[in-house]
């Protein structure tokens, strides 16, 4: 079965910087759009960056000038750079990505298991 699997959260200073990955595994046929969201403790979960496999990336304004999405599709791999973090990108991480298995005519939705962000002194 398709799976994604994200790593590279942890702890870092406010003004540090993460480099998050999430691989896709699985019988892949063809990955649309990949992307990150994020949830924190008592709200939604909130886009932060996607990728198509064609066409321009998409950023949360809260974001833009300090994340970089990036996708290696050799490697079903999508990456989140997170520079200049700041204590308000505290939150679990989430991979998304819109995959076609071998199986199926169309697209499904899929969602890592998350990986936990702290900006903190």
């Known amino acids: 079965q398709v799976q994604l699997v994200e790593s590279g959260g942890g702890l870092v200073q406010p003004g540090g910087s993460l480099r998050l990955s999430c691989v896709a595994s699985?019988?892949?046929?063809?990955?649309?759009?990949m992307g990150w969201y994020r949830q924190a403790p008592g709200t939604g979960r909130e886009l932060v960056a996607t990728?198509?496999?064609?066409?321009?990336?998409n950023y949360a304004d809260s974001v833009k000038g300090r994340f970089t999405i990036s996708r290696d599709n050799a490697k079903n791999t999508v990456y989140l750079q997170m520079n200049s973090l700041k204590p308000e990108d505290t939150a679990v991480y989430y991979c998304?990505?819109?995959?076609?298995?071998?199986?199926?005519?169309?697209?499904?939705?899929?969602w890592g298991q998350g990986t936990q962000v702290t900006v903190s002194a």
């Open positions: 998304n990505a819109a995959i076609r298995q071998h199986s199926d005519n169309s697209y499904s939705d899929y």
């Open positions: 699985g019988p892949i046929l063809r990955i649309s759009t």
């Open positions: 990728m198509p496999s064609i066409g321009r990336t």
